[in-house]
């Protein structure tokens, strides 16, 4: 990704419902970006061959290869690119098959225009971010240089987690709270037991989770009953 103004950003929508392909055409034409628009998967890697787009947006649900089966294919296309999913549900199941797809965050529909154009922001903001960085990093050869690139890096990181929380709404002091359960308990344990232990509410709880798990400070895993049913499980990355 190269240095964007509201001018070149290039957005991809991918969506099988026309009208909301001229929504978030709309859209994006109010920013000053420009829309590019695909009614599939396929329609997309044709688009993604001329132009590389700066964020993807995906819908849910689509005939034939739907959101989460689209995502993971772009991903691998698009290792660098944001990928926002449009979906009209908000269950942990559903947002969890996201990030594991490689999403890097979900938009509501009905969609609002505010919340996805700050969405979309932010994710450019991040995006950016990352590139300056790398291209920081190359240039470093001696000491000093070494050592300015890493504080550099370090600001980097905390201005990424600002930007984060502010998208998100996470609180320093919640998520404190979270970290210090969760290393209190060396076994891994489901959100219902985590919610008990934190008295964070499970809606709240699960957006934290997330966030720790994209950190890469948690890890996670799935336990069935007899039902078949997987609970997902979390606990603290032992990093020792």
Not at 57 to 76: A, C, F, N, Q, W
Not at 101 to 110: E, M, N
Not at 136 to 160: I, L, M, P, V
Not at 161 to 184: H, W
């Amino acid at each position: 990704m190269t240095e964007m103004t509201a001018q070149t950003v290039r957005i991809l929508a991918i969506d099988d419902n026309p009208d909301i392909l001229y929504t978030l055409e709309q859209i994006c034409r109010f920013q000053g970006w420009i829309p590019l628009m695909a009614n599939g998967y396929d329609e997309a890697v044709e688009v993604i061959r001329s132009q590389t787009p700066d964020l993807v947006l995906v819908d849910y649900h689509m005939p034939g290869r739907d959101g989460i089966s689209t995502v993971s294919e772009l991903r691998k296309i698009l290792p660098e690119v944001p990928i926002v999913v449009l979906t009209i549900e908000e269950s942990d199941g559903v947002v969890q098959r996201f990030a594991e797809a490689g999403a890097d965050d979900y938009a509501l529909k009905p969609i609002k225009a505010i919340d996805l154009i700050s969405r979309i922001k932010v994710h450019l903001q991040l995006a950016a971010k990352r590139v300056s960085l790398q291209a920081s990093g190359t240039e470093d050869h001696g000491g000093r240089a070494a050592e300015a690139g890493e504080n550099q890096a370090d600001t980097g990181e905390k201005n990424h987690r600002q930007d984060v929380f502010r998208e998100k709404g996470i609180s320093e002091v919640t998520l404190t709270k979270l970290e210090k359960a969760l290393k209190g308990e060396a076994g891994f344990r489901d959100i219902d037991e985590i919610e008990t232990a934190t008295t964070i509410k499970k809606k709240t709880l699960y957006r934290y989770l997330q966030f720790l798990l994209k950190e890469g400070r948690i890890e996670q895993d799935y336990s069935y009953g007899e039902m078949g049913r997987p609970r997902t499980l979390y606990r603290w990355k032992n990093e020792h």
